[in-house]
């Protein structure tokens, strides 16, 4: 099993949809999770952490289930400037630093 | 807002030379870090570096790799002798472990082609 696994789509969806994307981890000992955005070519930006209670920033709405080890992000009312790639980030146990990033879920909000 | 820098932002090398990739992280930050991400690929870890000293690394990071911080603020990445396969964009991170959340932030990233 993949350390860090999601779904790469791509995910066409069009302007004013709500869409969700989902990322599961092995490590049952993991601590923090964030999801990143990727534009094309550019470096992954911090989108939000996630917490064990979920939480939301906008039209953004992350989950964690550490029962079923799965994160989820929710996007509300889709924009066109929301088309880009979503990572999932995971940094494991404690004494190490390590984050590990999913494939990403390349993601197209369509006009 | 504090960011991560990178130089250069893209560089070209013949197959075999050396390379160094420089970066200024967060001044306040502890853990540094080097990933890399091969077109169309995952972002994958190479490195992390703590208290002046590589913390871990990952298979990637073969002899042909070397990381250092010379002065207090830079953080290079040394490729000895580059292959075809090197080529990547390579971010430089850091972190504040600190800090809730062990937020990582990236530099906008160093886009190495070998030919």
């Known amino acids: 099993r993949k350390e860090v696994e999601q779904d790469p789509g791509p995910f066409n969806v069009p302007e004013g949809a709500t869409v969700a994307f989902n990322c599961t981890y092995s490590n049952s000992a993991s601590q923090s999770f964030f999801w990143y955005r990727q534009d094309c070519r550019k470096e992954p930006k911090l989108l939000m952490s996630?917490?064990?209670s979920g939480n939301e920033d906008g039209r953004f709405t992350a989950q964690l289930n550490r029962a079923s080890q799965y994160i989820s992000l929710l996007i509300r009312d889709s924009k066109l400037s929301d088309s880009a790639t979503y990572l999932c980030?995971?940094?494991?146990?404690?004494?190490?630093?390590?984050?590990?990033f999913g494939t990403g879920t390349r993601l197209k909000v369509l006009a | 807002e504090p960011e991560v820098t990178q130089t250069p932002s893209h560089q070209v090398t013949q197959m075999g030379q050396e390379v160094i990739l420089r970066c200024v992280p967060i001044s306040n930050h502890l853990y540094f870090y080097w990933y890399r991400q091969i077109l169309g690929q995952k972002v994958e870890f190479l490195v992390s570096f703590y208290n002046n000293e590589i913390s871990e690394k990952s298979e990637i990071f073969d002899d042909q790799f070397s990381v250092e911080r010379p002065d207090g603020s830079n953080f290079t990445l040394k490729i000895r002798s580059t292959k075809l396969e090197d080529s990547a964009m390579y971010f430089c991170?850091?972190?504040?472990?600190?800090?809730?959340?062990?937020?990582?932030?990236f530099g906008e990233g160093s886009w190495l082609t070998v030919v």
């Open positions: 991170a850091s972190s504040d472990f600190r800090q809730k959340g062990n937020t990582i932030y």
């Open positions: 996630v917490y064990s």
């Open positions: 980030v995971v940094s494991p146990t404690s004494g190490t630093y390590k984050y590990i």
